[in-house]
């Protein structure tokens, strides 16, 4: 961790010696800093110069552009001291030094104010697009729904620098829309506690590049991360979070226009759940030895010939159902053997009674090594394709050897004419010893290669960077923040590590909750349900569940 915030340090100097010096910023080491890159940029050579006699002016206040502005202005106090007030627009002219941020096509106050400057706004934006107009006297930023609000705000906190005339914006017009609808990374809360605290902290960070969902996974082999009310998993556990912190945690990420998905194992993967079901989960699994702590068996996979097993997985999802802020449950069934489509479609059966029952739609995510998708569900589940940097290799194709063994279907998903929607998994392999993450010169290519291969498929909808086996999820930032900058705009056709790795960083040293967190917001460390020791070795299991190794 050190080393990596050591290297931030460098890069952020290389990218901002200009205006760190005080002298005047150039457009390419401004607009280079952003990330994700903003999709058409030019430069007006006006820049904006931000004092406390600035006001950022709402339109259409109340529809969910408060907390958009509200922390932009904090942003502004916290990094410059600079207290820039807020109001709704209550005056048929904007005087010079205003902000005015909203929705164009609903708000005739800032359509007029675009009229008058001779700026058009553009349907192509969509629903998570923004516009950007930054002049000498005045910044005009449209969405068409907070969210694009939110992510065009986003953009401009890192277009402000310091000048020799005091605090600027860059002076630019930006039209700007993601490639993909969903841009995610993960929590795997399953082998190792994920505090409420530090997944807020990294939220905070991923929606600043406009990352929009969690994988948030909980459980596996090792652990159950909720403590559910209507069954028994999660209590072994003592660093289980309960379903109304959860429920908190999601309404904290969606404010910031992050969907929590649940990855709810519901086939392999289910070793935790022997501890408190050993009925309803098989004795075969594959086993691995941690030095001092024991065996452990993992993979083990539910036990399908049970109404039992449908009866617990129906009272797990039933507690995620009601307070979901998105569609999207992930019921896993990846590398458990090829199974049956009916257990999928018994599955899928329960979600959506539940999702009848609270007014709901539900959209089941499933491994793409999983049992194919019954025809009759193929319009509802989304299947999720996986390879990462290593394993998988840096290069992703319809011929890719670990997608085809294992038996992934990449080649009947990316036909075009197929119709069922296919998210992307990519960046770092799962290693069983401590701070096994792979290499960033592997796992960032990887994700590169995921956004370019689903670039022109237009059933392919998402991508996420995950992250298997530890907490300490500061090292998997640079795997976030590439799913950041080309889940947004993979257009380019090549793939520098090195540009790419520096930006990251450079990005992550201009943020607080990076460089210096809360103590509560960083965790005690843990690879694979095992407390680590202050030189990262093995020390102590969480449950104290692992098979003792005889002589040991």
Same mark, same amino acid.
């Given at each position: 961790?050190?080393?990596? !915030? *050591?290297?931030?340090? =460098?890069?952020?100097? @290389?990218?901002? +010696? #200009?205006?760190?010096? &005080?002298?005047?910023?150039?457009?390419?080491?401004?607009?280079?800093?952003?990330?994700?890159?903003?999709?058409?940029?030019?430069?007006?050579?006006?820049?904006?110069?931000?004092?406390?006699?600035?006001?950022?002016?709402?339109?259409?206040?109340?529809?969910?552009?408060?907390?958009?502005?509200?922390?932009?202005?904090?942003?502004?106090?916290?990094?410059?001291?600079?207290?820039?007030?807020?109001?709704?627009?209550?005056?048929?002219?904007?005087?010079?030094?205003?902000?005015?941020?909203?929705?164009?096509?609903?708000?005739?106050?800032?359509?007029?104010?675009?009229?008058?400057?001779?700026?058009?706004?553009?349907?192509?934006?969509?629903?998570?697009?923004?516009?950007?107009?930054? !002049? *000498?006297?005045?910044? =005009?930023?449209?969405? @068409?729904?907070? +969210? #694009?609000?939110?992510? &065009?705000?986003?953009?401009?906190?890192?277009?402000?620098?310091?000048?020799?005339?005091?605090?600027?914006?860059?002076?630019?017009?930006?039209?700007?829309?993601?490639?993909?609808?969903?841009?995610?990374?993960?929590?795997?809360?399953?082998?190792?506690?994920?505090?409420?605290?530090?997944?807020?902290?990294?939220?905070?960070?991923?929606?600043?590049?406009?990352?929009?969902?969690?994988?948030?996974?909980?459980?596996?082999?090792?652990?159950?991360?909720?403590?559910?009310?209507?069954?028994?998993?999660?209590?072994?556990?003592?660093?289980?979070?309960?379903?109304?912190?959860?429920?908190?945690?999601?309404?904290?990420?969606?404010?910031?226009?992050?969907?929590?998905?649940?990855?709810?194992?519901?086939?392999?993967?289910?070793?935790?759940?022997?501890?408190?079901?050993?009925?309803?989960? &098989?004795?075969?699994?594959?086993?691995?030895?941690?030095?001092?702590?024991?065996?452990?068996?993992?993979?083990?996979?539910?036990?399908?010939?049970?109404?039992?097993?449908?009866?617990?997985?129906?009272?797990?999802?039933?507690?995620?159902?009601?307070?979901?802020?998105?569609?999207?449950?992930?019921?896993?069934?990846?590398?458990?053997?090829?199974?049956?489509?009916?257990?999928?479609?018994?599955?899928?059966?329960?979600?959506?009674?539940?999702?009848?029952?609270?007014?709901?739609?539900?959209?089941?995510?499933?491994?793409?090594?999983?049992?194919?998708?019954?025809?009759?569900?193929?319009?509802?589940?989304?299947?999720?394709?996986?390879?990462?940097?290593?394993?998988?290799?840096?290069?992703?194709?319809?011929?890719?050897?670990?997608?085809?063994?294992?038996?992934?279907?990449?080649?009947?998903?990316?036909?075009?004419?197929?119709?069922?929607?296919?998210?992307?998994?990519?960046?770092?392999?799962?290693?069983?010893?401590?701070?096994?993450?792979?290499?960033?010169?592997?796992?960032?290519?990887?994700?590169?290669?995921?956004?370019?291969?689903?670039?022109?498929?237009?059933?392919?909808?998402?991508?996420?960077?995950?992250?298997?086996?530890?907490?300490?999820?500061?090292?998997?930032?640079?795997?976030?923040?590439?799913?950041?900058?080309?889940?947004?705009?993979?257009?380019?056709?090549?793939?520098?590590?090195?540009?790419?790795?520096?930006?990251?960083?450079?990005?992550?040293?201009?943020?607080?909750?990076?460089?210096?967190?809360?103590?509560?917001?960083?965790?005690?460390?843990?690879?694979?349900?095992?407390?680590?020791?202050?030189?990262?070795?093995?020390?102590?299991?969480?449950?104290?569940?692992?098979?003792?190794?005889?002589?040991?």
């Amino acid at each position: 961790m050190k080393s990596l !915030r *050591a290297v931030a340090m =460098i890069s952020v100097l @290389s990218f901002c +010696a #200009g205006s760190a010096a &005080g002298g005047s910023c150039r457009d390419d080491k401004v607009i280079s800093a952003v990330i994700p890159q903003p999709r058409q940029v030019a430069f007006s050579g006006e820049d904006f110069l931000l004092s406390d006699r600035a006001k950022i002016l709402y339109c259409n206040r109340g529809q969910g552009d408060d907390f958009a502005v509200t922390s932009f202005t904090a942003f502004l106090k916290e990094a410059y001291n600079l207290y820039v007030k807020t109001s709704a627009v209550d005056r048929a002219k904007a005087p010079a030094g205003m902000i005015l941020v909203g929705n164009a096509s609903k708000d005739a106050f800032l359509k007029e104010a675009l009229r008058s400057q001779g700026f058009e706004t553009s349907a192509k934006i969509g629903s998570e697009g923004y516009q950007l107009w930054v !002049r *000498a006297d005045q910044i =005009i930023l449209h969405g @068409s729904t907070p +969210a #694009g609000q939110f992510y &065009g705000l986003q953009t401009l906190r890192q277009l402000v620098y310091k000048s020799e005339k005091g605090i600027a914006v860059k002076g630019v017009t930006i039209t700007d829309y993601p490639r993909y609808q969903l841009r995610g990374f993960q929590f795997d809360a399953g082998r190792c506690p994920q505090s409420i605290s530090m997944m807020k902290r990294i939220v905070r960070i991923c929606s600043t590049f406009k990352l929009n969902f969690v994988l948030f996974r909980e459980g596996d082999d090792e652990l159950n991360a909720i403590d559910y009310e209507t069954n028994k998993l999660g209590s072994l556990n003592p660093r289980a979070i309960s379903i109304d912190e959860m429920a908190e945690f999601i309404e904290y990420a969606a404010r910031r226009h992050i969907k929590v998905v649940p990855e709810i194992e519901s086939l392999g993967h289910s070793g935790a759940k022997a501890y408190q079901y050993p009925g309803l989960v &098989g004795r075969r699994g594959r086993t691995t030895r941690y030095e001092g702590i024991g065996l452990r068996i993992r993979k083990r996979r539910l036990v399908l010939e049970k109404d039992a097993t449908y009866d617990l997985l129906d009272s797990i999802y039933s507690e995620w159902v009601p307070i979901l802020s998105s569609p999207y449950i992930h019921l896993g069934c990846d590398e458990a053997g090829r199974g049956t489509g009916e257990h999928l479609a018994r599955l899928t059966a329960i979600l959506n009674k539940l999702a009848e029952k609270h007014g709901k739609s539900i959209r089941p995510i499933v491994w793409a090594d999983a049992a194919s998708t019954p025809r009759q569900l193929e319009q509802q589940v989304v299947r999720c394709l996986w390879a990462y940097g290593e394993t998988g290799g840096r290069v992703i194709d319809e011929n890719n050897r670990f997608l085809n063994r294992q038996g992934q279907n990449v080649k009947a998903l990316a036909e075009p004419e197929c119709r069922q929607e296919v998210i992307m998994a990519g960046g770092s392999d799962s290693y069983h010893k401590p701070l096994a993450k792979a290499k960033y010169e592997n796992a960032l290519p990887n994700i590169y290669s995921w956004c370019r291969f689903g670039k022109d498929k237009p059933n392919f909808i998402g991508i996420f960077a995950v992250q298997w086996s530890g907490n300490q999820h500061d090292l998997w930032l640079p795997d976030d923040l590439t799913v950041a900058e080309y889940g947004w705009t993979p257009d380019k056709p090549t793939f520098d590590y090195q540009n790419c790795m520096a930006r990251i960083m450079a990005a992550l040293s201009r943020m607080k909750d990076y460089t210096d967190p809360k103590s509560y917001e960083i965790d005690r460390s843990c690879w694979d349900g095992i407390w680590l020791s202050e030189d990262d070795q093995w020390r102590e299991d969480i449950m104290g569940l692992a098979i003792p190794i005889c002589g040991e």
